[in-house]
């Protein structure tokens, strides 16, 4: 029998996040000691990245940074809740959070391009899912520009950590309303900033369907002007953010909120783990 213990086992998989049947697996085969267990369970992981390669990633994790000019917003993903709620795996989001931030990446191929400990960050996640024994994978990441941020991170389960994150770029005094934004747009999901951000074939074929089903519902055709424009409102208070009805007073737009505390949004991202 190998010379080892569960205190041992519990050491290796405290250090690694790896499963309880791999930690005494590779215990049992380095015979007890613990250092040559560790790279047993490295190699072994590394060998099977390639077979994770087209398993899905719904679970996982959000996680923000502000900065001077920029903050980020990333998405780490993983295959289980399990994995996502691991204390290495909410380190390593941390660890590669910090070195997203630092390179200014504003997209998910330039933050896996971003170095970490003298190798790119897709390479240092490759490495450390080898050990947790699941595909990890940094899927998303969003810069947003601004002179300060507002930043919420919404949690679906208690058990979890956050799901659904949010940065809000924006210029004025109130810190509180902005973050009041940041936890609208965590509900209300909106795509663009205003109704001017919304491209503009977008605008014309949303116009062309509810034309063509006023048209069908017999609307007068007098009328149909005055209906089109409604139902167009409708659409942009759906997916631009200052068109919406306020989360907490959907008496007041967000448009109207902002105002009155006089600030002004730059930009916003939303991300939500496995969306």
Do not use: C, W
Request: net charge negative.
């Amino acid at each position: 029998m190998a010379n080892y213990t569960i205190a041992d086992v519990k050491i290796l998989r405290d250090r690694l996040g790896a499963g309880m049947v791999d930690s005494k697996n590779a215990l049992e085969e380095a015979d007890g000691d613990i250092e040559k267990a560790v790279e047993i369970l490295r190699v072994k992981g590394l060998k099977g990245v390639a077979k994770r390669e087209g398993r899905q990633t719904t679970a996982g994790l959000v996680a923000a940074k502000p900065g001077s000019g920029y903050a980020t917003l990333i998405e780490l993903a993983s295959e289980t809740d399990f994995v996502a709620k691991n204390e290495k795996f909410v380190a390593l989001a941390d660890q590669v959070l910090e070195a997203v931030h630092a390179a200014g990446a504003s997209s998910a191929t330039e933050g896996n391009a971003a170095a970490i400990g003298g190798q790119t960050v897709e390479a240092f996640v490759n490495d450390e899912a080898a050990l947790m024994g699941e595909k990890v994978e940094l899927r998303t990441v969003s810069r947003i520009e601004g002179e300060q941020f507002a930043i919420y991170l919404h949690k679906t389960s208690k058990d979890l950590p956050p799901q659904v994150g949010v940065v809000v770029g924006y210029t004025g005094d109130d810190a509180e309303t902005a973050r009041s934004i940041a936890q609208h747009i965590a509900f209300a999901a909106p795509t663009y900033l205003s109704r001017d951000d919304v491209p503009a074939e977008q605008v014309d074929k949303e116009r062309a369907i509810v034309e063509e089903t006023a048209k069908n519902e017999g609307k007068p055709e007098a009328a149909l002007p005055k209906i089109i424009e409604g139902r167009l409102t409708g659409f942009f208070k759906e997916i631009a953010l200052l068109d919406q009805a306020y989360a907490k007073d959907n008496k007041l737009s967000v448009a109207k909120v902002v105002d009155e505390a006089g600030l002004s949004i730059t930009g916003f991202a939303r991300i939500k783990v496995g969306a």
